[in-house]
């Protein structure tokens, strides 16, 4: 079996780090040409060096997400660097912990609300929006949304977050019924906790920052945190032909944490 990916292009945002990051590697590892899609435009090229030290091809694109206007040019850009676009990974995210330590319902300023909702549920909308004109002209055209557990369940300091995730997963059923007549497939994941820097910023954010990281590990029925390259694994999947005739779907990837209410000792 040949690379799942072959041939295709790619745009992941938020890929300069983490599963965003992990995600664009293992689809230039699947054959795709990829375009890394990021606001710091450090982290960005250095996801592109890594790609290319593998052989992979890959281009840096800036792109603010707060930022409507420069979505559209992002996935011009990438169309004309590449001839097209077969799958958009709206991975980009923030986290309030991420901008500000008033966290709570009653403390959290409008600003950061409105900040994570601009990224992490507006521009998975637009980065959709503006992709399907190129996305129509591709033969397996697929979309992967980044949600969380955070869309089904709630946590401490994350109600714009959670709030925000839980819109990426009705989004994602909304855009799978608007463009299944294009053929374009729509899903995304929920993923628990995995070792990137946003979770690592939640952690630090705490009070007891060891025991928050305990209670996260604790929470999934395999106790430890996941890691960007097993999620990286599921994207993949949905950007393939392996996932042809899933559409409007919403993947947990989350050690169990769902699966149960308990907490490991």
């Not at 011009?76 to 966290?103: K, P």
């Not at 300091?157 to 463009?179: F, N, R």
């Not at 999934?220 to 996941?226: D, F, I, M, S």
Request: with cysteine; net charge negative; hydrophobic share 45%.
């Amino acid at each position: 079996m040949g690379p799942r990916l072959a041939g295709r292009v790619c745009v992941v945002t938020g890929s300069g780090q983490g599963m965003g990051r992990a995600s664009a590697i293992a689809m230039a590892r699947e054959g795709a040409k990829v375009v890394v899609a990021d606001i710091n435009a450090h982290s960005g090229n250095e996801t592109v060096a890594m790609i290319e030290a593998e052989g992979g091809t890959a281009k840096f694109i800036a792109v603010d997400l707060r930022n409507s206007a420069s979505i559209q040019p992002l996935m011009d850009q990438a169309a004309a660097t590449f001839g097209g676009i077969d799958v958009v990974h709206a991975n980009a995210a923030v986290h309030e912990t991420d901008l500000t330590s008033e966290t709570s319902i009653e403390d959290l300023d409008e600003a950061v609300w409105d900040m994570v909702h601009d990224i992490n549920l507006k521009a998975v909308w637009l980065c959709t929006k503006f992709a399907v004109p190129y996305l129509k002209g591709s033969k397996a055209p697929a979309s992967v949304n980044v949600a969380s557990t955070g869309a089904l369940v709630s946590y401490p300091m994350a109600g714009a977050y959670c709030a925000s995730k839980g819109g990426v997963a009705m989004l994602t059923k909304a855009s799978a019924t608007d463009l299944a007549k294009y053929g374009i497939r729509v899903n995304c994941y929920c993923p628990g906790a995995i070792r990137t820097p946003m979770l690592q910023n939640y952690i630090d954010a705490a009070d007891d920052g060891a025991a928050v990281e305990a209670s996260l590990r604790g929470a999934h029925l395999l106790p430890r945190l996941g890691e960007p390259e097993e999620v990286a694994k599921l994207a993949v999947f949905l950007a393939s032909d392996d996932a042809s005739f899933i559409t409007g779907a919403a993947y947990l990837i989350d050690g169990g944490a769902l699966a149960w209410r308990g907490q490991a000792a």
